[in-house]
C-alpha cells in the first residue's frame, strides 16, 4: 500500500476515536487526570506492603472487635447471658459477613476450642494458632503476623485473649463466672462445645484476616 494511503487510513482512525469520544459529551479534562492518577504504577517495596498489611489488619481486628462487643453488650442488657448467647449463635457470622464486604476483605476468629464449628480453623490456620499457642505458654510477647498465603494476598493474624471478665461468664469455668444455668444453654444450641473453662488472661484464639493487595496499595 502507498505510504500516503496508509498516513490518510491513520489519520481517519485517529478522527474517529476523537470523535467517539466527544460525540456524546465533552471531555472531562479533571477526570481524565484523576483516571490517569488512579491507573499510575505506585513503586512500592515489599517491605512496605507488609508493614501496611499490619496496620490495616490491626484495625480491621479493632473495629470488628468493637462492633461484635457493642452488639454483645446490647443483646446482655436486653436479655441477659442467655441472650447473648442466642446473639453469638445467630447473628454474629452475618455481622462479620458484613464487615468482610465493608473492608473487602475475608475476617475470622479461629480457636483450637470452638463453640461455633464455624469458628475451627484450616490447616494453615491451626499451625499459626499452636504456634500462638506455643508462645502464649512460655510467656512470649504474641506479636501480629503476615503471610503470603498465594499470589497478591496477605494473611494478617492476631492473638486473642480473654480480656474482659465479662466473657467468662460465657467461657469461663463454674468457679469464675459460668454458671449451670448458663451452661446447659450453651449445650443446647452448641452440643459440641468446648469453649469454656478459661481463666482471664487466656489465649482464646486468633484473628485470621485475608486482604488482597490491591486493598493494601490502594490505600498507600
Known sequence: ?????????????????????????????????????????KKITEAEIVTKVHEIGNSIALNTKKTLGKNLQKALQEGGVENAISFCNINALPLVDSLNKHYNAKIKRVTLKARNPNNLPSSAEKELLEAYAFQWADSIPLQTNVQVI???????????????????????????????ETADFIKSK???????????????????????????????
Open 1 to 41: 500500500m502507498h505510504h500516503k494511503s496508509i498516513v490518510l487510513i491513520s489519520l481517519i482512525f485517529a478522527l474517529n476515536s476523537i470523535w467517539s469520544c466527544t460525540s456524546d459529551k465533552r471531555v472531562d479534562k479533571e477526570s481524565v487526570k484523576q483516571e490517569l492518577e488512579n491507573r499510575e504504577i
Open 190 to 220: 452448641y452440643p459440641s462445645d468446648s469453649a469454656t473453662g478459661y481463666d482471664l488472661g487466656d489465649l482464646r484464639g486468633m484473628w485470621s484476616i485475608t486482604i488482597p493487595k490491591k486493598v493494601v496499595v490502594q490505600s498507600m
Open 150 to 180: 498465594e499470589e497478591n494476598t496477605y494473611l494478617f493474624t492476631k492473638a486473642i485473649l480473654i480480656d474482659n471478665a465479662l466473657c467468662l461468664q460465657c467461657h469461663g469455668s463454674m468457679e469464675n463466672g459460668l454458671s449451670k
